[in-house]
């Protein structure tokens, strides 16, 4: 008898098992094919692009499939494209691939990693002015030559520690890190872009808590942005701007309001009326931007330009919804019944004290 309740149990145990595990495959199916679904369907258009100045950069570039440094010029552009609609500035990561104005492929889009490297890019698109104009074209120029050195860079520089570099270091020499080496004697400013980007802890996330809710109506909401710096430990406080699409905060009345973090942290408080039945907040890190890849890869036969870095804000949104206070309506019947059971409580407690 108790063999066959064990084999029950185990027969049980074990359907339920098949089932759990029948539930989580079903789950990464569905999650491997909404992620598949989503490669590949950016379509990207070369606008245009403009030349820093100077127009390229010098340096040398190390073929990995010769095996062999190559000493040149890299023309150093700022590229316009246009996503789906919309309209980015962008450079190149690989200066091997031709990109060219009137290009138009399909691309997948992710958000670069929190890294060593992409903290340096990132800290160049931050710190200085990109764009065609004609005060910031020197920028173009000395960015890209940047951005090539720190995307080439060998990761175990990067890995253990405090990184370290040596981009003076020649082909010939002892010590050099990455497959770009600009020349910093023909290209001083590409260099000096470098050096201040070393080790600098930049802000790549932002996110608030709480994230959503439901509320009574007219309830404050605290509200806290948490900026995470890619270096895994905290940089410079910057401003986060909170905005609201149907509200204020406290702290200025008004639907947009900027905080200092402190510790990496800013804070505001939402208020909205008692009509308000929705709402969206967004928090902003102010000028503060991280970066994203378009990545034409596996997309077309033709082979295009494999990745590019676009600037984008980094922001979070959080969302929250109210509810109606009102005390419910009493029925007429439910009435009279309280009153019937109140007046019964009460004639037993006038009894009991006669007695």
Wanted: hydrophobic share 40%; aromatic share 12%.
């Amino acid at each position: 008898m108790s063999t066959r309740k064990g084999k029950s149990v185990t027969s049980v145990l074990l359907a339920r098992n098949i089932a759990k595990a029948a539930f989580i495959f079903l789950l990464l199916l569905a999650v491997t094919t909404a992620v598949a679904s989503a490669e590949c369907e950016w379509n990207v258009t070369v606008e245009d692009y403009c030349y820093g100045t100077p127009p390229q950069t010098e340096g040398w570039l190390y073929n990995t499939a010769t095996s062999s440094w190559t000493y040149g010029t890299q023309a150093t552009a700022l590229i316009q494209l246009n996503i789906n609609g919309d309209e980015f500035d962008s450079y190149c990561i690989d200066p091997e691939t031709l990109i060219d104005i009137g290009y138009t492929f399909n691309a997948s889009i992710y958000a670069a990693e929190p890294s060593c490297k992409n903290n340096s890019i990132a800290y160049i698109l931050d710190n200085w002015t990109h764009s065609c104009a004609g005060s910031d074209l020197p920028n173009v120029s000395a960015a890209q030559s940047a951005v090539w050195y720190f995307w080439y860079l060998n990761d175990t520089f990067c890995s253990i520690g405090e990184p370290k570099y040596n981009h003076t270091a020649l082909p010939n020499q002892t010590g050099w890190e990455s497959r770009w080496i600009p020349n910093c004697t023909a290209h001083p400013e590409a260099c000096a872009f470098i050096n201040a980007s070393i080790n600098k802890s930049v802000p790549y996330k932002i996110g608030i808590t709480p994230s959503a809710g439901s509320f009574p109506e007219g309830t404050p909401i605290e509200l806290e942005a948490t900026v995470d710096y890619c270096a895994g430990e905290g940089g410079e406080e910057v401003t986060v701007v909170f905005e609201t699409d149907n509200g204020n905060f406290t702290e200025n009345g008004s639907a947009v309001y900027e905080n200092e973090t402190v510790n990496g942290i800013a804070r505001a408080t939402l208020i909205c009326n008692p009509d308000v039945e929705s709402v969206t907040v967004t928090a902003r890190a102010k000028d503060m931007k991280w970066f994203e890849i378009i990545d034409p890869t596996g997309c077309q036969e033709t082979e295009y330009q494999a990745t590019i870095s676009k600037f984008v804000n980094i922001t979070d949104d959080a969302n929250f919804s109210f509810y109606t206070r009102k005390v419910p309506v009493l029925s007429l019947p439910f009435i009279l019944f309280l009153a019937v059971m109140l007046s019964v409580i009460a004639l037993s407690a006038i009894r009991r004290s006669k007695l």
